[in-house]
C-alpha cells in the first residue's frame, strides 16, 4: 500500500526555474528517500535523508524533512530540460529495507 | 558500480502462457530484491521480497501462486507470472540491495512491460 501522497500530481516549469514537490507520509519513519524515473525506465536513487535530519543537499538538490508533520519536500535549483522526468518520495519504516512510494509528481521543464 | 539488469525489457504473451523475468545485480552481491508493479503514470506497489535461499515475503493481496519467485543465488531473482491474463498486463520492475553496500538503498532494474493478448 502506498504510505502518503505526493503534491503537486504534475509540475510544468520553465528551464532554469525553481521545482518543489511535497511529499507525506502516514507512519513513524527510519528514512526518507526520494527517486527519480524516466519514463518507462527503473529508477535512480537521489537523495536518503534520515529521520534524525532536516536538510540534506546534493548538487542541485535540497531536501528538507520534518517528522513532526510528517512531510517532506525535494527542491531542485535551476532546473533544466533533462529533470524532465517523475519524481517519487519512498520512505523505510523499519529493519526490512521495504520502501513504501508516494504517489509521485511529474515534472516537466520546458526549454 | 551497483548496476541491476532486467530481461526482457518488452514482452507479448498470449492469454494462458508463463512469463518470466530476470533480474540480476551484475557488480554486487545482493542481500534482498524486491518486485513492483506499476500501471501507467501510477506509483510502485511493492509485490514481494526476496532474500537469497528462501521462500519470498509476499505482500497483501499479492497471489503467491500466480507471481512465483525464486532467488536462487546472490545475483538472481526471477519472477513468473503463471497463466498470464490481460488484467497482468502491467510494468514489473525488480530492485536489489547490496550486501557490502548501504543497505537502505534500492538498485532498480529498468523494468519489463508485459502485455498479455
Known amino acids: 500500500s502506498q504510505q502518503g501522497e505526493e503534491d503537486p500530481q504534475a509540475l510544468s516549469i520553465q528551464e532554469g526555474e525553481n521545482a518543489t514537490m511535497n511529499c507525506s507520509y502516514k507512519?513513524?519513519?527510519?528514512?526518507l528517500q526520494w527517486y527519480r524515473q524516466n519514463s518507462g525506465r527503473g529508477l535512480v536513487h537521489l537523495i536518503l535523508?534520515?529521520?534524525?535530519?532536516r536538510e540534506k543537499h546534493s548538487g542541485r538538490l535540497r531536501v528538507t524533512l520534518d517528522t513532526s508533520k510528517k512531510s517532506s519536500s525535494l527542491l531542485i535549483t535551476a532546473s533544466r530540460a533533462a529533470d524532465t522526468a517523475s519524481y517519487f518520495c519512498?520512505?523505510?519504516?523499519?529493519?526490512?529495507?521495504?520502501?513504501?512510494f508516494g504517489s509521485g509528481t511529474r515534472l516537466l521543464v520546458r526549454p | 558500480g551497483a548496476v541491476v539488469s532486467q530481461h526482457p525489457s518488452w514482452v507479448i504473451c498470449k492469454s494462458g502462457t508463463s512469463v518470466k523475468i530476470e533480474c540480476r545485480s551484475l557488480?554486487?552481491?545482493?542481500?534482498?530484491m524486491f518486485w513492483y508493479r506499476q500501471f501507467p503514470k501510477q506509483s510502485l506497489m511493492l509485490m514481494a521480497t526476496s532474500n537469497e535461499g528462501s521462500k519470498a515475503t509476499y505482500e497483501q493481496g499479492v497471489e503467491k501462486d500466480k507471481f512465483l519467485i525464486n532467488h536462487a543465488s546472490l545475483t538472481l531473482s526471477t519472477l513468473t507470472v503463471t497463466s498470464a491474463h490481460p488484467e497482468d498486463s502491467s510494468f514489473y520492475i525488480c530492485s536489489a540491495t547490496p550486501r557490502q553496500l548501504a543497505k537502505n538503498i534500492q538498485y532498480f532494474g529498468a523494468g519489463t512491460r508485459l502485455s498479455v493478448l
Open positions: 557488480d554486487f552481491q545482493a542481500t534482498t
Open positions: 519512498a520512505t523505510v519504516t523499519d529493519s526490512s529495507y521495504k520502501l513504501i
Open positions: 535523508i534520515r529521520s534524525n535530519e
Open positions: 507512519t513513524s519513519i527510519n528514512n
